[in-house]
């Protein structure tokens, strides 16, 4: 970042010493240093992620924005890029993939079918969006979204962190539940997400009584 960049409007730095001093807050360097290094868990789901891989070889060169340390760690990543079709069967995975990622920790949907489910939304096999469980930072539409249209939903991402807060932020809230765990949902005939218990239990009781 330029020291411009860096420093807060309206400090009139004096002009001798513009290179080397730097008035600005803790949120702008923390913001800084999490947007510019954001490191992606390698993982893919269908077509989208080729894409994805696209995105980081040289012609698009995703390394340019600070995203190019790929990690095969959730424990090491700090981003979790969908892309493709999320199943039933693999949602239990990724939901997994998730909580064992540290925080702060950023959920990217790309394509259609992450986004929405895409054309398999009416899939029996398929989740019509990865929102319904993990909280989405941004979504990139497509179907597949090109590594043109991927980088501009990272570029936002990155727009985005930079108007975090350090007491805003849902990972520091201290004495609350840690609100970006998501409970593994249950794979049997059908998804059960252990969130929607009472839901479920009303819905049986009322076709109990009819
Ligand atoms: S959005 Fe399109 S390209 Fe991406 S995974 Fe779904 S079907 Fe494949």
């Given at each position: 970042m330029e020291n411009e960049q860096l420093s807060l409007p309206n400090?009139?730095?004096?002009e001798d010493i513009r290179d080397v001093v730097a008035v600005t807050t803790l949120d702008r360097l923390y913001n800084w240093g999490r947007r510019s290094s954001l490191w992606p868990l390698t993982f893919g789901l269908a077509c989208c992620a080729i894409e994805m891989i696209a995105a980081q070889m040289?012609?698009?060169?995703m390394a340019r924005f600070g995203?190019?340390?790929?990690?095969?760690?959730p424990r090491q990543?700090?981003?979790?890029?969908?892309?493709g079709t999320v199943t039933k069967k693999m949602l239990p995975a990724i939901i997994r993939l998730y909580n064992q990622m540290p925080e702060p920790k950023y959920v990217v949907a790309m394509g259609a079918c992450a986004s929405g489910?895409?054309?398999?939304?009416?899939?029996?096999?398929?989740?019509?969006?990865i929102d319904k469980f993990l909280p989405v930072d941004v979504y990139i539409p497509g179907c597949p979204p090109t590594p043109q249209a991927l980088i501009a939903g990272l570029i936002k991402l990155q727009e985005k962190i930079d108007k975090d807060s350090l007491k805003k932020?849902?990972?520091?809230?201290?004495?609350?539940?840690?609100?970006?765990y998501v409970p593994m949902p249950i794979l049997g005939p059908d998804l059960i997400d252990v969130r929607r218990n009472e839901e479920y239990k009303q819905a049986a009781a009322v076709k109990e009584g009819a």
């Open positions: 400090y009139n730095i004096p040289a012609r698009y060169d995203m190019e340390v790929m990690r095969p760690s990543a700090d981003m979790i890029l969908v892309s489910g895409g054309p398999f939304k009416e899939g029996y096999n398929v989740v019509a969006g932020v849902r990972w520091y809230q201290k004495g609350k539940e840690d609100p970006n």
